[in-house]
C-alpha cells in the first residue's frame, strides 16, 4: 500500500510540483501508517481506499488535467490524511463524553480538527515533511486547503455541502470559478470517504462488516457509560441491511447523482453500482423479516 501510494503522487506529478525528496516522501508515508490506530473500520487500509477512490476519481472525471498540480497535491494528501488517529469512537461520543478532544474543540468536529492537527504535526518535523522545499505562500495554501477538505469529512456538514453544489448547479457549474471549484473538492473528497458501497460486493461487504463492529463497540460503551445511543449503532436494533438501506438510498445515491450531474460517467459506473447494492440489501432485508415471523411461529408453538 505505502508503495502504491507513493506511485500516485509520482503519476499525479505532486512529487515534481512539490519537490518531494523521496526518502521524506517514505518517511512519511510510514509516519501516516503509524499514526492510523488499528481500529476495526478507521485504520490506515480505509485511508488507503480513501485515497486509491480519489485518484481514481480524479482520472475518472478528467480531473487530472483540469485542476493543477497543487490542487491535486492538497486533494490526494488530505485524503491521506483524512482520519488521522481516529479513536474508533465518533464524535458525538466524543461530545457526550466530553472527551479532551471535545474540550480542546469546544465540541466543533472534534475528530476532523483533531485529524488536522495530527497532520500538521508530522509535516512540522523536517524528516517528514513533503512540503518543506515550497515558499511560504505555497504551504499557506497547502494548510488551508487541507483543512477545509478534511473539515468537509465531518458528516453533520453533508446537507450543508450537498446543498451547496446543488446550488453551484442551479446556478450553472463552472469549474473555473472559485465557489463552484472548491465546493466540487469538498464533494470529492465526502464521496471518497463514504464510497465502499461503490465497489464489488466482495469488497465493500467485509467493510461493512467492519463499520459495524466498530459501532457496536461504541454502543456497548456508551450504555455502560449512561450515555445517548444512536440506533443505527445498537447492536440490538440495527442489521447489516437496515443499516445500509437507509445510509445508500438517502446519503450516498442522492450524493453521487448530484456529482455525476457534472460528471456523467459517475452515474453509468458508480450510481448504478449503488442502485445494485440497494436492491441486494432490500432482498437480504425481506429475506431477514421472514426468517424473524418463522422463529416467532416457532416460539409462538411452544
Known amino acids: 500500500m505505502l508503495a502504491l501510494l507513493e506511485h500516485m503522487y509520482t503519476e499525479l506529478g505532486i512529487v515534481e510540483e512539490f519537490h518531494i525528496n523521496p526518502i521524506t516522501m517514505k518517511r512519511w508515508l510510514l509516519s501516516i501508517q503509524a499514526n492510523y490506530r488499528n481500529n476495526p473500520f478507521h485504520n490506515f487500509r480505509h485511508c488507503f481506499c480513501v485515497t486509491q477512490m480519489m485518484y481514481g476519481m480524479l482520472y475518472l472525471c478528467g480531473l487530472n488535467s483540469t485542476f493543477t498540480r497543487e490542487e491535486l497535491g492538497i486533494l490526494l494528501t488530505a485524503a491521506v490524511c483524512h482520519d488521522l488517529d481516529h479513536p474508533g469512537y465518533n464524535n458525538s461520543y466524543q461530545i457526550n463524553a466530553r472527551t479532551e478532544l471535545a474540550i480542546r ?6 475528530l476532523e480538527n483533531h485529524h488536522c492537527a495530527v497532520a500538521f504535526s508530522l509535516l512540522n518535523n523536517p524528516e517528514t ?7 511560504q505562500e505555497v504551504f499557506r495554501r497547502v494548510r488551508q486547503g487541507m483543512t477545509s477538505l478534511i473539515l468537509a469529512t465531518d458528516m453533520a456538514r453533508h446537507g450543508e455541502i450537498l446543498e451547496s453544489m446543488k446550488r453551484s448547479l442551479e446556478d450553472g457549474f463552472q469549474i473555473e470559478k472559485k465557489e463552484h471549484r472548491e465546493t466540487l473538492k469538498m464533494v470529492l473528497i465526502k464521496c471518497c470517504d463514504i464510497s465502499n458501497e461503490v465497489r464489488p460486493l466482495s469488497v465493500s461487504e467485509p467493510w461493512v462488516d467492519c463499520l459495524l463492529e466498530e459501532y457496536f463497540n461504541q454502543s456497548d460503551r456508551e450504555k455502560e457509560e449512561g450515555l445517548p445511543v444512536a440506533p443505527f449503532m445498537d447492536r440490538d436494533k440495527v442489521t447489516k441491511s437496515s443499516a ?3 445510509f445508500i438510498k438517502f446519503v450516498l445515491i442522492p450524493m453521487f447523482q448530484t456529482l455525476a450531474k457534472v460528471f456523467p460517467i459517475i452515474d453509468e459506473l458508480m450510481v448504478t453500482q449503488l442502485r445494485s447494492a440497494l436492491e441486494r440489501y432490500e432482498k437480504l432485508q425481506l ?3 421472514e426468517r424473524k415471523k418463522k422463529g416467532e411461529k416457532l416460539t409462538d408453538a411452544d
Open 105 to 110: 474543540y469546544n465540541d466543533i468536529s472534534p
Open 287 to 289: 429475506e431477514e423479516e
Open 244 to 246: 445500509q438501506i437507509g
Open 129 to 135: 515533511n513533503i512540503f518543506a522545499n515550497v515558499t
